[in-house]
């Protein structure tokens, strides 16, 4: 390469903009002083920043290669080829479209490929673990689809298959659609594509929180089962803050046109350029063994919280996340999450299915090992974090005491990732 890089210039930053170069400096510190628990968070590599760092963040591009409605796209056009690429050949899907800036914009567009105003969808149940954008009446999906919602069996806290066939058969839905925020479990493909295929509906799967663990060969793949399956880059996949979709190839022509120019304009070269490394980077036998360790720490760390008196949702997680249900301990998700803050440990507060507590103050917390197993960390590890993270969750912010044990159990965490930090200091 003739051209040396010419890109993130944090000198010049700080120069220019101290006060932002200060929060970026303070968002590493965060990032390295504790422990990021957030299932839909990861830690970026080197090379996926400095391809969001760079020049091609410049460039309008509306279209797609070699059909764009801007000269000079030429050079970002090799980008998303190669991106395209990658991806189809690490899902082994017909087609794949990088521009959806998120994964709700990627839902969007599979919505407007298939389905018309006023159509009906099935999809879960927010409360039980979907996605604001599977029919909740807050969101686009709510309001112009008529959403019809499945759940979790009660007793196993598993999709509830035979009740997603019944729905099927009395709504008659245009898309069903698979995939959720907040479920433990693998789904099974094979059953929602014979429900779809039943009622002649198109089975499209929302697999933004695993398609990290489906990249790596941790868990099976839905690519063969759905007509469209939408996703995230920057979960477990590790790439940067975007979305995407696959197809069938028969759909490739609704679905692009869906994309642009229907409800997005120019995309984001620089994200597109850096979803195309991610894919390079997820391609990789390193990257396999990470996907297997992501899903072994995330139970190793349930079982750890298990063993100190919560509940794990379903008995456990078979992926990369597990929802904890804290009423054994008689702690809400929003003090768990309050009082893990304070121990330098970053969580979120979740609901549970079947929830008797409100949205704001829910029962649960969900945890996940993305982040910590980029970090480098194992099962030991997450046994430590374990204990760590039920002594936050039982210390009684605001009160002496309690306030003395998070700031213990904070140093207790500082000295953990300092053995394994996220971002090493060169
Ligand atoms: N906000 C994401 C999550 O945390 O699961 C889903 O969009």
Partial sequence: MSTPFWGPDFDALQQQDPEIAGVVLNELDRLRGGLQLIASENLTSPAVLAALGSTLSNKYAEGYPGRRYYGGCQVVDVAEEIGIARTKELFGAEHANLQPHSGASANLAAYAAFAEPGDTVLAMDLKQGGHLTHGSKVNFSGQWFNAV???????SELIDYDQVRDLARENRPKIIIAGATAYPRLIDFKAFREIADEVGAIFMVDAAHFIG????????SPVPYADVVTATTHKVLRGPRGGMILSRAEHAKALDKAVFPFSQGGPLMHSVAAKAVAMKEASTP???????????????LSKSLEAEGMRAVSGGTDTHLALIDLRPIGVTGSEAEARSEAARITLNK?????DPAPPMKPSGIRVGSPSVTTQGMVETDMVEIGRLLARAVKAEQGTPAGDAELAD???AVSALVARA?????P
């Fill in 149 to 155: 919602s499945y759940t979790v069996r009660e007793d």
């Fill in 213 to 220: 663990l489906v990249a790596g060969k941790a868990i099976p």
């Fill in 286 to 300: 390193e990257y396999q063994a990470y996907a297997d360790q992501v899903i072994a720490n995330a139970q190793a």
């Fill in 350 to 354: 979740n609901a549970i299915p079947y």
């Fill in 409 to 411: 159990i904070a140093e």
């Fill in 421 to 425: 930090p996220a971002y090493p200091r």
